[in-house]
């Protein structure tokens, strides 16, 4: 299988792209062939939706070049690796302006296809930023494998779970969809589709939790943050802290604090450099 991976971090041997490699491996193990392009090796800005448009026709652009070597790579690919690091709970620039600049065609219909989230701060976006990468999987008919969404909490964890997808991604025959209605029920039943920022900041301190070395020094701060976790996790089930489709909204009664809690000993368990990525 020729697989094409779009590794969308400036950072050539950052976090994300380590992630990339980590699939990559998983895929040749299989027998797969990789192309393997930086976003950042290319020269284009974002699309200005002009009027009297080409690009769709015949790949021209008036104002910048497309990017025709990866539209080329993608037009022949038999699987798609696309990675993003997180910037603002969304993926970065970069890969949004590639993204946008893309000109996919009716042959990638139904190719597995793998996306790949790196939030390198503080975790925050790792599963939103993910869920805009199948967003555009979506609307190119790709057929999806479970998203990878990490954080540099867990990144050990990624990088096997990434190498063990790329394998996964290079064993998936092509499968076209043959309908609309088929594309949706697959994309809305993919884990983490429909999490939300309060269901994501949940996760983020399960995987915090679950990743930091209890010691004498932080027992009683361990013990308390599980105490106030599960008595989120508790309070988001039962309703009575902002839920799906309405994270936003601002609650009708004073928080009891609990929250702010949650928050200030998250950040003192994750205190660590922050690394590219």
Known sequence: MNILA?????????LTDGLVNAAITGAL????????????????GPCLDCEGKTCWSDLSCRHSPLPGEINEALAGCEG???????????VNGLTRNLLDRLRPGPEVNGIPALGIAMAGGTGKGFVLAAQKIYHFLFCISARPLPMLPATRFNYQRALEQAEQLGHALATTPKRPF??????????????????DLVGENLLLVETILAAAQQTE???DLRCSAEADYQAARAAFATGDIPGPRNCWKRPTTPPSGRGISLARRRKALSRAPTPSA
């Open 6 to 14: 779009i590794v969308g971090s400036p950072h050539e041997e950052g």
């Open 29 to 44: 193990s299989a027998g797969g062939t990789v192309n393997k392009v930086h976003a950042s090796d290319y020269d284009w």
């Open 80 to 90: 798609l690796i696309i990675a993003a690091p997180v910037y603002f709970l969304d």
């Open 178 to 195: 043959a309908s609309l209605a088929e594309r949706m029920a697959e994309y809305h039943a993919l884990p983490l589709m429909d999490l």
């Open 217 to 219: 020094e932080n027992r």
